[in-house]
């Protein structure tokens, strides 16, 4: 997102929860439908099922002072107020971003009030006023704070111990996840959720679930200029019904629809959409199937 390359929602990749989501006024793409938020998910369990959740961060910085609430994790932008942990999954982009905006505004001014701790095998080794960037080496958290955030961290000293925990807490599954990317959920129980938007037309990348979670169905519409522009959500949800799913989740749409797929005996994958804008493009998250026969 922007210069970040990271995504709006929670994910989880290999077991391993690499990122929270971002404040609900920071995310890009189309109107949340009423009542879904950045929070959403579908994934898969270690049971082999496919499901649609809700992750949230749950998290302290434990210091001398006692413990400080974590507010994001691997996030391209903050909650005001809060206390942000970043890992060597966030890559070596500016974490500057991250105190930019407000919960409800996207292009609010960055935060004037920052500070930041490098925490490095459980001690602070290192203190900024200003967000850095570069790689965050494997056993080292940098922590970012704005406005609350910055004056809590400021009472971390250099030398002190200091442990983060983090974690990603499901809102209905005690499974816990293999995988999980965020969007937003579409239909649920074969009914299409209420506020659906029917107006707006757009290339769209959706899954469908069916049969308890065993099977999953997923859809890239065509970019090609000379087809129609896309669908509304509504049609999405119609859509995935229309082709068996039970419930369906809506992904990223526009220039991040590519499906690529493997032909047997080829040694690479090739793009069978067009996507929009004449050419795959990078995206932060995605779906992969693989075949270990």
Same mark, same amino acid.
């Given at each position: 997102m922007e210069a970040t390359g990271a995504s709006v929602g929670p994910a989880i990749a290999s077991g391993r929860a690499l990122k929270a989501a971002v404040p609900d006024g920071q995310r890009f793409g189309p109107a949340l439908p009423p009542g879904t938020s950045n929070r959403d998910v579908l994934g898969m369990g270690v049971d082999r099922r496919v499901r649609l959740d809700g992750l949230t961060l749950t998290g302290t910085v434990r210091g001398w002072s006692g413990n400080l609430p974590l507010g994001g994790f691997n996030q391209y932008a903050l909650p005001v107020g809060?206390? @942000?942990?970043?890992?060597?999954?966030?890559?070596?982009?500016?974490?500057?971003?991250?105190?930019?905006? $407000?919960?409800?505004?996207?292009?609010?001014?960055?935060? $004037?009030?920052?500070?930041?701790?490098?925490?490095?095998? @459980?001690?602070? &080794?290192?203190t900024a006023d200003t967000p850095g960037s570069g790689p965050v080496d494997e056993g080292t958290t940098v922590l970012v704070g704005r406005e609350e955030g910055a004056r809590q961290l400021r009472k971390l000293s250099v030398g002190e111990p200091v442990r983060v925990r983090h974690r990603l807490v499901a809102a209905a599954s005690p499974v816990p996840y293999r995988f999980a990317v965020g969007g937003f959920p579409v239909l649920r129980s074969g009914v299409p959720l209420p506020g659906l938007d029917?107006?707006?037309?757009?290339? %769209? $990348?959706?899954?469908?679930?069916?049969? +308890? +979670?065993?099977?999953?169905?997923?859809?890239?519409?065509? +970019?090609?200029?000379?087809? %129609? &522009? @896309?669908? &509304?959500i509504a049609e999405v949800a119609d859509t995935l019904r229309g082709l068996g799913a039970v419930d369906g989740f809506s992904l990223d749409g526009g220039g991040s629809s590519t499906l690529v797929a493997r032909d047997p005996g080829a040694t690479g994958v090739t793009v069978r959409n067009h996507p929009t804008g004449g050419a795959e493009r990078p995206v932060p998250n995605g779906i992969g199937v693989f075949s270990t026969g």
């Open positions: 809060s206390i @942000g942990a970043y890992t060597s999954a966030w890559g070596s982009v500016s974490r500057l971003r991250a105190t930019c905006g $407000t919960d409800t505004d996207r292009a609010a001014p960055c935060s $004037t009030d920052t500070y930041e701790v490098t925490v490095r095998h @459980g001690r602070v &080794t290192a029917a107006a707006t037309s757009a290339v %769209r $990348t959706a899954v469908g679930v069916s049969d +308890g +979670g065993r099977r999953l169905l997923l859809l890239a519409v065509d +970019g090609a200029p000379e087809y %129609r &522009t @896309g669908l &509304t």
